[in-house]
């Protein structure tokens, strides 16, 4: 009846403007999706639950208007949802006849949002002569999804391409520059992992490491490289190749790993190249990824930033002068994303 | 001469910070491996012996805390309200959430390199499993077979006492966690004063073949038995990492700038009425002390902000349904019922006796606010503080007492299972069993709202849990419950790493825990 584990989910919805090939993938990504994954959105959940609520609250019996809404929400959920959910409570409420009042003499109507550890709670409570009603629904957190994040500042273009529960160390662009599809380095079920996914993110091969000896490691640190049909695998301590074709022969081998340099991107309008930084010192603190200029002489100008919803895990730009992929964790969802970064020029 | 100057000046810092910003950048990325990170507790002795554990007791709450150390749970609970994998791969339940199958993760090993089999997690989990749940080996994993609808077993193996671990012929206990015990040094006399005690020590050295990974300090030395003020000194001259501190000295800490962390509140401070004495159980007399206390106050005032109100029996953070619940102070109200109560009750002829909990300094402050209200609604309330009984001698002839300030720590994930939990640490059999049905948050909300309107206990504030981190200490983080995630700390700077083979070294020496 349950399902325990949570595979990858495409994401939602984020509209790229430049590149017509990411806007195939996205559709490709959206259509693949609706089927297979009927999971509502955060806010036709939250939506569908407040419904509910106010359907509740406007049948309890003698209840009756004008009544004063008092709205209570947790302030560390206020910044997610905003108020949205409220005004949906109201409409929904006059819906069903109840009228809504400002009077402080009209009868209080108090309601709440509440985040618990594993549940979202909608209350609602309304004195009825000598009684309190009191109606719940519940939803769980896990289906809650963040807003849609902030569009990235001009000249830096942020497309989220895929994101998942489970936690990603690296992610890695096609590898011969027409196929499309992404190669991720990431734990499935605590086992170290190369997982080839295609145009519409959907797994085509999982190559483990573990069998190689490539143990479980709480360091975030991780890089896949691949060149064709072949992929090495850097650890903290460990270095890893394998083949994709041939991948039950992946072998691991004690190494002290050359991590790859900065991430340097050339748009096509400025050949001096923009080095991608990011601090991903503490894994608690959402992160900014900085695009300064490359080169002594232009150290020092202005920079670009863009915010994250979470530490920057990984910065691979090695396949694709003009983009990378930034593997971050969302802070508010715990998914694991990966972000197409393209300098935009002219803008 | 001057713009020569300013040129000059312009192209050091631009080169300085060319040096140093992508240097500073690049420099802190990555963690490291290594340390002893060293933690001061208050508490002078810990159980790392889930079974001795009493609920929702406040003592229980530091255990837990070492005991995440070296043992794991089936499941875990992320920040994000999902259940995650541990020692369980993968989980199920049937319709009516009574039959629930795990599948254990293969290759587990305990600290001493033997295999985690199902029968360890059967016998680990099920003396402390609530009676009505019986766990059973199978193939590749447990089985839990429940005789009441249980939806929230998940939140309950999550957290609490749930650990898996395996019970030695010698008495050690073995876990799986990210780190065993080497060394357990009681409390000693210390040779330059052999009236004072020094200290009891353990340390706790990385486990290389966690499942979850290496934990990424070498070692966790833990002191107990530290005084707060003692533990914040050595806090700001570096001479220890992590302490906690209780709640009448956050504020200090915080003027003294140290980095303070806050759980979500998972202590509740509450009174509760013993029949002991006569009179004590007319509703009257119960409900006119609730009208006279001012939680505000006590949580604004004698604890400094430091605490919450307590309008209910869960936190809000649990039932999410808290703030329904008012506080309702009214002097009035509380002085027209003690009126109408018989002359002769709380204070007419004998004053109804507190008992505090002797849990330190807060306890008293508080017990001491709840005679003050008290005495503002006519009732008369005496403390009596509560002392170790000692054989054959006063507690025997000390006197018989009505009402009782004790600490509840809350223990599980599973609003349902702390309340049935306090409604059977309040004797209220009939309650807990309401609660034991109920599996509808309106349900849990009506049964504690019975339970609050019987007011056999008053709720009276919420106390966090603080600590002290230092700033070196990098990656802190927290459980939905609180629970420290030392596992996945590391150290910035401080002492030179130690070698992996120290790690390694104390293997051999011990490799269990001493309950």
New interface residues.
């Given amino acids: 009846?349950?399902s325990?584990?949570?595979n990858a989910v495409r994401p939602k919805r984020d509209c790229p403007l430049l590149c017509k090939f990411f806007l195939l993938i996205w559709f490709c990504i959206a259509f693949s999706a609706l089927p297979a994954h009927p999971e509502p959105t955060e806010n036709a959940s939250l939506d569908d639950a407040v419904r509910e609520l106010a359907e509740r609250v406007a049948s309890i019996p003698n209840l009756h208007g004008p009544v004063r809404i008092q709205f209570?929400q947790?302030a560390n959920f206020a910044s997610d949802t905003g108020k949205n959910w409220q005004d949906t409570f109201r409409q929904e409420i006059e819906k069903h006849r109840l009228a809504i009042s400002e009077e402080p003499g009209a009868s209080l109507l108090?309601v709440?949002l509440?985040?618990?550890?594993?549940?979202?709670?909608l209350?609602a409570?309304a004195r009825v002569g000598e009684k309190?009603e009191?109606?719940?629904v519940?939803l769980?957190?896990?289906t809650?999804r963040a807003a849609n994040l902030p569009v990235a500042p001009i000249r830096v273009e942020r497309q989220l391409v895929y994101q998942s529960?489970e936690r990603i160390l690296d992610a890695s662009s096609p590898w011969n520059g027409t196929e499309e599809g992404m190669a991720l380095l990431a734990y499935r079920?605590?086992e170290l992992s190369a997982i080839r996914l295609d145009a519409a993110g959907q797994v085509t091969q999982t190559v483990s490491l573990t069998a190689a000896g490539a143990?479980?490691?709480?360091?975030?640190?991780g890089e896949l490289i691949v060149h064709g049909n072949d992929a090495v695998v850097l650890l903290?301590g460990k270095s890893c190749q394998f083949s994709w074709t041939a991948a039950a022969e992946a072998k691991c081998h004690s190494a002290k790993p050359t991590w790859r340099s900065?991430t340097v991107l050339t748009p096509s309008c400025d050949a001096g190249g923009w080095?991608l930084?990011?601090?991903?010192?503490?894994?608690?603190t959402p992160d900014v990824l900085?695009v300064?200029p490359d080169g002594?002489l232009r150290?020092?100008s202005a920079a670009l930033l863009s915010d994250f919803p979470g530490p920057i895990l990984g910065i691979n730009g090695e396949q694709n002068p003009a983009s990378a992929l930034v593997v971050t964790r969302n802070?508010?969802?715990?998914?694991y994303e990966v972000y197409k970064i393209t300098l935009a020029c002219g803008n | 001469m001057r713009c020569t100057k300013s040129l000059w000046l312009a192209a050091i810092s631009a080169a300085l910070f060319a040096l140093l910003a992508p240097a500073h950048l690049l420099a802190t990325k990555h963690p490291r491996y290594g340390g002893t990170l060293r933690v001061e507790l208050h508490v002078a002795a810990v159980s790392l012996d889930p079974r001795e554990w009493k609920t929702g007791s406040v003592a229980a709450a530091e255990n837990e805390k070492l005991a995440a150390l070296v043992y794991d749970r089936l499941v875990t609970l992320d920040d994000f309200g999902r259940f995650q994998p541990a020692l369980a791969t993968e989980w199920s339940h049937d319709a009516a959430f009574k039959n629930w199958q795990f599948k254990l993760r293969s290759g587990a090993k305990f600290s001493d390199g033997s295999a985690l089999t199902s029968k360890d997690v059967a016998t680990a989990l099920q003396p402390l499993l609530p009676s009505g749940l019986q766990i059973s080996p199978t193939e590749n994993g447990v089985q839990i077979r429940a005789m009441r609808t249980t939806p929230d077993l998940l939140e309950q193996l999550a957290s609490g006492r749930y650990f898996i671990f395996r019970a030695q012929s010698d008495g050690t206990l073995l876990g799986t966690g990210p780190f065993f015990i080497a060394e357990s040094t009681p409390p000693t006399p210390s040779e330059a004063n052999p009236s004072a005690l020094k200290p009891a020590h353990l340390k706790f050295i990385a486990n290389e073949d966690a499942w979850a990974g290496r934990p990424f300090v070498d070692v966790i030395d833990v002191t107990l038995g530290e005084p707060a003020l003692r533990q914040i000194l050595n806090l700001q001259v570096g001479r220890t990492d992590i302490i906690d501190i209780p709640p009448d000295l956050v504020r200090k800490a915080r003027q003294e700038n140290l980095r303070v962390w806050s759980s979500p509140p998972d202590t509740l401070l509450a009174l509760r009425f013993d029949d002991a004495q006569p009179g004590v159980s007319d509703p009257r007399l119960r409900e006119a002390l609730d009208f006279a206390l001012d939680r505000e106050t006590m949580a604004n005032v004698l604890l400094q902000r430091q605490a919450f109100p307590a309008p209910a029996l869960l936190p809000q953070w649990l039932s999410g349904y808290a703030f329904l619940f008012g506080t309702p102070m009214n002097l009035d109200r509380a002085r027209e019922l003690r009126s109408a109560l018989p002359a002769n009750l709380a204070g007419g002829i004998e004053p109804l006796r507190l008992r505090v909990d002797a849990i330190g300094d807060l306890m008293k402050l508080l017990g001491e606010r709840v005679a003050v209200n008290a005495r503002q609604a006519n009732i008369s309330v005496q403390l009596v503080s509560h002392a170790s009984p000692s054989p054959g001698s006063a507690t025997a002839a000390s006197p018989a007492t009505g009402l009782h300030l004790f600490a509840w720590h809350y223990d599980s994930l599973s609003p349902r299972a702390e309340l049935q939990a306090l409604a059977h640490h309040l004797h209220t059999e009939a309650g807990a069993e309401t609660v034991a049905e109920s599996g509808d948050p309106e349900k849990l909300y009506a049964e504690e709202r019975r339970l609050l309107d019987e007011r056999q206990v008053l709720p009276l504030v919420l106390l966090p849990e603080y600590a002290g981190i230092a700033p070196n200490v990098r990656n802190w983080t927290a459980a939905p419950s609180g629970e420290w995630r030392l596992a996945d700390v590391w150290l910035e700077t401080g002492e030179p790493a130690s070698s992996n083979a120290e790690a390694t070294s104390g293997r051999n020496a011990a490799l269990g825990v001493h309950p």
Avoid at chain 1, 115 to 120: G, I, M, N, R, V
Avoid at chain 1, 331 to 335: P, V, Y
Wanted: proline content about 5%.
């Fill in positions: 009846m349950l325990s584990l949570q209570f947790d108090r709440g509440s985040e618990t550890p594993t549940q979202l709670v209350a409570s309190d009191v109606r719940l519940t769980p957190r896990s809650f529960s079920n605590a143990r479980a490691s709480r360091d975030p640190r903290a900065s080095k930084l990011a601090d991903g010192s503490d894994w608690t900085q300064v002594s150290e020092g802070l508010r969802t715990g998914n």
